[in-house]
């Protein structure tokens, strides 16, 4: 606990040169191997799946259609596609003279009606039955139509490429020491925050927050000094969260009556203190002290990356960036609605999908991110247990205030009955000396008569009270 206290006791841990180049060089390491590597198998595998032909069932090398007899060639091409240096079509009528060599013409090695060519090699029409850019893969089935499909990879797949390598980078560096780890010492540095922010909401000392933060194994094993300074801790907790009465006038429970040397002091913290705090602060400070719980396991095994992430996500990034990242997947929406505006325009060839592939893999890591983000966004209190909150907070007040107009009522009645004999004598009497006067009876009556009652009751409680 000593050590983990030390450690929260500094928050100065920047970002060095060191973090910033090691996050560099992943990104472009991983991006440039995803897009030169994976992409291409990735689109290969789904194209041929999709649009091979019918009974096709494996592709094979072209030596190894070249090593058999020439009935079992006229079997392998019913169930078969070849790969030709990167090209995938059927066998040509040609295909058993080809020899492996590199910038050989591929004109009737393979039949032109199926091409899957993702090589980087320039095609031409009169070496190789068909034309492409070196920058260009070529897709041509009959299940795609009359016309080959060409696809710019630097232009489709380079966002992709690039979320890909940034979210490989904050990985990696999220299981790396925090000496060199970007991530890592992010979310080290969101461990002393929070917690700051723990002491600041709740008022304890550094002492109590590193006992309520403690992992339960560490807890668990704490020597019995240690365990000393839990108790004092929780009896702190436990006083502060307590209430003169509860709601039915009742004294509360006593903390020497629930603790005692065999209580489980995980089990005690975890049930009793989190819930008498849950109920006394929020629950959004107990989610805090939780999630710096678990960060912390994080701390001593980086492969955990999860905890870690978690506590950065729900309580530093989702409360800073959450309007940017929403933001962000509106534009990258605006986009994809440009685009496809301007392919239904028909400014955009159908046969050259790749500025859509852009668009849609944009739209998809924004919103990706944003619902990334909305999974670790805490969920606002509910209203009825707010409101629950604020009654049990002010119970005592509107108790004392339901026996003050009690108390108001009685003195009222106790007035009123024990002046009323009084009032009606003072009422008859001042009733009869304006009745007595024929002048005032041509007046408004009504009217008079009222006044009159009420200055003789006024008249008669003033009386009282001097008697008195």
């Known amino acids: 606990m000593s050590d983990n206290k030390k450690s929260g006791g500094h928050h100065d841990n920047k970002e060095t040169k060191v973090h910033y180049l090691i996050m560099i060089g992943l990104f472009v390491v991983i991006a440039v191997s995803f897009y030169t590597f994976v992409i291409p198998s990735m689109v290969r595998g789904a194209v041929v ?49 080809f020899q492996e060599n590199a910038g050989k013409p591929l004109k009737g090695v393979i039949n032109t009606e199926y091409i899957f060519d993702l090589s980087n090699a320039t095609r031409t029409e009169e070496l190789d039955g068909y034309s492409k850019l070196e920058s260009e893969w070529i897709l041509k089935a009959p299940k795609l139509g009359e016309y080959p499909i060409i696809i710019e990879p630097a232009l489709g797949f380079t966002i992709l490429a690039f979320v890909v390598g940034f979210a490989g980078s904050l990985l990696i560096t999220l299981v790396m020491p925090p000496a060199i780890g970007y991530m890592a010492l992010k979310v080290r540095r969101e461990i002393h925050h929070t917690k700051s922010k723990i002491r600041l909401q709740t008022g304890f000392s550094d002492d109590i927050v590193e006992i309520l933060a403690l992992p339960d194994n560490q807890l668990a094993d704490l020597e019995v000094d240690e365990r000393r300074k839990v108790e004092l801790a929780f009896k702190k907790i436990w006083d502060r969260t307590t209430e003169s009465n509860d709601s039915h006038g009742n004294n509360n429970v006593r903390f020497s009556s629930v603790f005692d040397d065999n209580t489980d002091v995980v089990d005690f913290r975890n049930d009793l203190i989190f ?73 955009i060839p159908s046969t050259r999908p790749s500025l859509i592939l852009g668009a849609i893999f944009l739209e998809g890591a924004m919103l990706a991110l944003m619902a990334f983000t909305l999974l670790y966004t805490e969920e606002e209190e509910r209203m009825d247990r707010m409101l629950k909150k604020m009654e049990d907070a002010n119970r005592n007040q509107l108790d004392t205030l339901e026996d003050v107009s009690k108390d108001m009522h009685k003195v009222a009645v106790a007035l009123v009955d024990g002046n009323s004999e009084m009032i009606k004598q003072k009422v008859s009497q001042a009733v009869g000396e304006y009745l007595s006067d024929e002048k005032n009876i041509r007046g408004e009556l009504a009217k008079e008569i009222g006044d009159i009652v009420l200055k003789a009751i006024g008249s008669g409680i003033i009386s009282q009270g001097k008697s008195k």
Do not use: C
């Not at 070249?66 to 006229?74: C, F, R, W, Y």
């Not at 959004?284 to 950065?312: C, H, P």
């Open 49 to 97: 799946f999709l649009f091979r032909p019918d009974g096709v069932t494996k592709i094979i090398p072209l030596s190894e259609y070249n090593s058999v007899d020439e009935k079992a060639k006229e079997k392998l091409k019913d169930i078969a596609l070849i790969n030709v240096e990167g090209v995938i079509s059927e066998a040509g009528p040609e295909a058993g003279k």
């Open 275 to 347: 819930l008498r705090m849950q109920e006394f602060f929020s629950d959004f400070v107990v989610k805090e002290i939780s999630d710096t719980m678990r960060a912390q396991e994080w701390e001593k095994n980086n492969f955990s990356f999860m905890k870690g992430l978690r506590l950065y996500m729900s309580h530093h990034f989702t409360e800073h960036y959450a309007n940017n990242v929403t933001g962000l997947a509106y534009f990258g929406a605006a986009i994809l609605i440009i685009i496809i505006g301007i392919r239904g325009l028909k400014f």
